[in-house]
């Protein structure tokens, strides 16, 4: 049992998930003689009622992070359902530093692993297909990418500051007969929403799988 678990008050568990009831299995001896802690997961799909069957009587809070939290822009949604609010708000002050943090349901936690948790792959794949594109209309790669990476932050701040919804904002764009309702008519022959939506369902199904 490492030492720095009997020391802490608050521990985080961030072994793959499905290696969790191996590891957990040679701190069972240890966590019963150990005063009340807290535990947060980051394991995607093991639900709390398999946490807490683990780790007995310790309190245990699920999270879900995403990989931009390492550059104080990230996701982190909290499971809400089986903890105090003591814990949450605890958990809260930990991850304000470095991203925003959602309270949902325990029975949304794969659909947050889903979205937010696999997300920024499905972000990056988007970014590197822009950047293609204007590379094989004659830009040099790195214009392609300062206009991609331009035109993504702009948007993001212009959909933060409005009341608009997407679709809304995606209207303003698109003048009749111009070029970018040409572009938006690909993407819908392509049915590029069903694509994300069916790419967030698979993963989100994943998770359940690893629970």
Not at 5 to 18: G, H, L, N
Not at 155 to 172: F, G, H, I, N, V
């Amino acid at each position: 049992f490492e030492e720095g678990i009997k020391q802490a008050e608050t521990a985080f568990i961030c072994v793959k998930p499905q290696i969790f009831k191996t590891v957990v299995s040679s701190w069972k001896k240890d966590l019963q003689q150990l005063s009340k802690k807290v535990f947060i997961s980051i394991m995607a799909g093991i639900p709390s009622t398999t946490l807490k069957n683990e780790l007995g009587s310790h309190e245990v809070l699920r999270v879900m992070p995403n990989l931009p939290l390492t550059v104080g822009k990230g996701a982190i949604a909290l499971s809400a359902d089986f903890v105090s609010e003591e814990t949450l708000v605890l958990a809260e002050s930990i991850f304000k530093n470095v991203g925003n943090t959602v309270r949902v349901q325990e029975s949304w936690m794969d659909a947050v692993t889903g979205l937010s948790g696999s997300g920024p792959a499905y972000v990056f794949e988007f970014i590197e297909g822009l950047i293609m594109g204007g590379v094989k209309m004659g830009l040099t790669r790195a214009a392609a990418k300062e206009l991609v990476l331009a035109t993504l932050e702009g948007s993001l701040e212009l959909l933060k500051q409005s009341s608009k919804e997407p679709q809304a904002l995606t209207a303003m764009v698109s003048s009749p007969g111009g070029t970018t309702i040409a572009g938006l008519q690909v993407l819908e022959e392509k049915a590029f929403r069903g694509l994300l939506m069916r790419t967030v369902e698979a993963a989100t199904q994943r998770s359940k799988e690893l629970g």
